[in-house]
T-cell receptor, first 117, second 115 residues
Framework: EADIYQTPRYLVIGTGKKITLECSQT?????MYWYQQDPGMELHLIHY???????EKGDLSSESTVSRIRTEHFPLTLESARPSHTSQYLC????????????????FGEGSRLTVL | AQTVTQSQPEMSVQEAETVTLSCTYDTSESDYYLFWYKQPPSRQMILVIRQEAYKQQNATENRFSVNFQKAAKSFSLKISDSQLGDAAMYFCAYRSGFGNEKLTFGTGTRLTIIP
C-alpha cells in the first residue's frame, strides 16, 4: 500500500461553499499531482508541484487552486463550489530521482469524491 | 502533444483465461515510458507494469505481460490465468523521458472477470 492519504473520501456540499481536499504523503516525494477523474473514468491533470512553493497548472483548466507549503502536503481548494465541480479528485506523488529509482511511477491516493448539489 | 488511446471501453474474460487489453499512443519523442495502471472499485490506483521505450524486451510481471511494438506505437497488456481480483479499470499511460514528469492517461478499459 502506498503512503499517500486523501481526506475526505466522500463529500456532498451545496453550491457556493468553499471546500478543501487534503492530500498528504509520507514517502518524502518531492513531486505531487492532482488529477480530476470524470464519471466516464478518464483522468485529467489539473495541478502539479515540483516541490515546496512550486505549483503549476495542468492540462485541464480548473477553477481550483493548490498550495505546497510543506513537502508532504498538497491541498486543493475550491473557493465556491458548483455542480460542474462534481467529480473524483485523485492525488498522486512521485520521486524526482526516478531515473535511478522507479522510472517515474506515480503513487496514488484513494481519491476524494465530491458532489456539489 | 502526446495522446493515448484505449479503444476498448469494456472487456470481459472467463476466470483462468487470458485477456489482452489494447493501447496505442502518439508521440514524436524517442525516449519515453509506458505504464499500465489498475484501479479496483473504490480503491487506490496501482502500477501493474512499466516499459522503457529504449528496451526491446517486453516487460513481464508474473501473470502480466506487455506486447510493446514501438514502430506501431502499440502497447497492449496481456493478463494470463485471470483471477477475480483482476476485475478493475485499467489505464494505459505515457510519460516523456525528457524531464516532463506528467503522465498522460488513456480513457481506460473496464475489465470484468466471469466466474
Amino acid at each position: 500500500e502506498a503512503d499517500i492519504y486523501q481526506t475526505p473520501r466522500y463529500l456532498v456540499i451545496g453550491t457556493g461553499k468553499k471546500i478543501t481536499l487534503e492530500c498528504s504523503q509520507t514517502m518524502g516525494h518531492d513531486k505531487m499531482y492532482w488529477y480530476q477523474q470524470d464519471p466516464g473514468m478518464e483522468l485529467h491533470l489539473i495541478h502539479y508541484s515540483y516541490g515546496v512553493n512550486s505549483t503549476e497548472k495542468g492540462d485541464l483548466s480548473s477553477e481550483s487552486t493548490v498550495s505546497r507549503i510543506r513537502t508532504e502536503h498538497f491541498p486543493l481548494t475550491l473557493e465556491s463550489a458548483r455542480p460542474s465541480h462534481t467529480s473524483q479528485y485523485l492525488c498522486a506523488s512521485s520521486d524526482s530521482r526516478w531515473r535511478d529509482a522507479n522510472t517515474g511511477e506515480l503513487f496514488f491516493g484513494e481519491g476524494s469524491r465530491l458532489t456539489v448539489l | 502533444a502526446q495522446t493515448v488511446t484505449q479503444s476498448q471501453p469494456e472487456m470481459s474474460v472467463q476466470e483462468a483465461e487470458t485477456v489482452t487489453l489494447s493501447c496505442t499512443y502518439d508521440t514524436s519523442e524517442s525516449d519515453y515510458y509506458l505504464f499500465w495502471y489498475k484501479q479496483p472499485p473504490s480503491r487506490q490506483m496501482i502500477l501493474v507494469i512499466r516499459q522503457e521505450a529504449y528496451k526491446q524486451q517486453n516487460a513481464t510481471e508474473n501473470r502480466f505481460s506487455v506486447n510493446f511494438q514501438k514502430a506501431a506505437k502499440s502497447f497492449s497488456l496481456k493478463i494470463s490465468d485471470s483471477q477475480l481480483g483482476d476485475a478493475a479499470m485499467y489505464f494505459c499511460a505515457y510519460r516523456s523521458g525528457f524531464g516532463n514528469e506528467k503522465l498522460t492517461f488513456g480513457t481506460g478499459t473496464r475489465l470484468t472477470i466471469i466466474p
